[in-house]
């Protein structure tokens, strides 16, 4: 191994570990990127693995169709979660339209780089203890109005930033506005998060042009072995601004048939109305704007759903380790009672099972 021109912290490179720079962010945004000889690859790796080590739930919200409110979706589903008392993320993954920078407010606004890793925007509100996590594209764009013109190899490397780079801390959930389609960023996220608690939400329209999209999506899943916890019926009708009657802009029976085809259930039905849209113009979530309203109450479902799979996901593995723990114990305890009469031996091992499920 050749020694490195940089050393971190005035540290021997060679008494480090592979990954340890103590540097946050990956190595394209690194000053020493040019000179630095340790293990980058190894650094890029082992920055995944320690941002996913501190998240509990990932909730992908697709859509394989633009223009269904995904990005409502996953702005009042973080918000909402948030607003249970939750630590919670949002990753704008959606590279060619980075909505959720403007969805809490964030318009316009940029991020540092530091030693710990690139800055998230903290979305405060009153009744959330814990601020929501904001990491996007959009505050690294020169203007908003940027055009991203990609090719798959730089969408690659941004899905790792956005998970390894993003100084997310501890959370409970990161919910990951995707973007359309079942592409180069859905596949290069879904192998990165590959053995990770992941589960997936559908944003949808009652349209048969956004059904026969969003069903690609619902394919992919199947066959990444991702679970799916139900779809979320987007301007699913208008609730009237003036008497609060709600009609149907589309017939809403083909959506019913297929989720029911596919075995997916439907959360929510989400109304097509002006608190939604000035919502996400204002940069405050409904849910966290008006929590009485008809719009923010239709979101309850899919929050609860968020919470119940993320509690079922907890208890599953609770039960794993209790039982990687008892028969670690085991082992060792029965050659420590081997001596002892078959009686004494069945009611310490009992004793003992009870102590480990205390
Ligand atoms: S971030 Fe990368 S380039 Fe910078 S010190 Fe760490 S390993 Fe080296």
Known sequence: MSV?????DERDPLALAPADCGRGHSCQFCPHESTCSLDKPAHEKHLIESRLGQIGQILLVMANKGGVG???????VAAGLAARGYRVGVADAD????????????AGQRIRLSQEGLSTQAFHAEGIEHPVKVGSLAFMMETDDTPIVWRDAYKHDFMHHLVGSFDWGPLDYLVVDMPPGTGNELITLADMLEGQDVAALLATTPQEVALMDSLKAVRFCQERSL???GAV???????CPHCSGEFHLFPRAHLAEALAEHDIESLAQI??????ASGSDSGRPVVIDAPESPEAKAFAPVIDACVEHARAMFAEAAVASLDTLEQGAGSDFDAAIADLPRDQQDELRGQLADLLRQ
Do not use: D
């Not at 490195?4 to 971190?8: E, G, I, K, L, M």
């Not at 019926?233 to 609730?239: I, K, L, Q, T, Y």
């Open 233 to 239: 019926e987007n301007m699913s009708g208008v609730v």
């Open 4 to 8: 490195s021109h940089f050393s971190p």
């Open 70 to 76: 995904k990005s409502t979706v996953s702005a009042n």
């Open 227 to 229: 679970p799916l916890l």
């Open 271 to 276: 109304p097509l109305s002006p608190a939604l």
């Open 95 to 106: 590279i060619h339209g980075p909505n959720q920078s403007r969805f809490f407010g964030f």
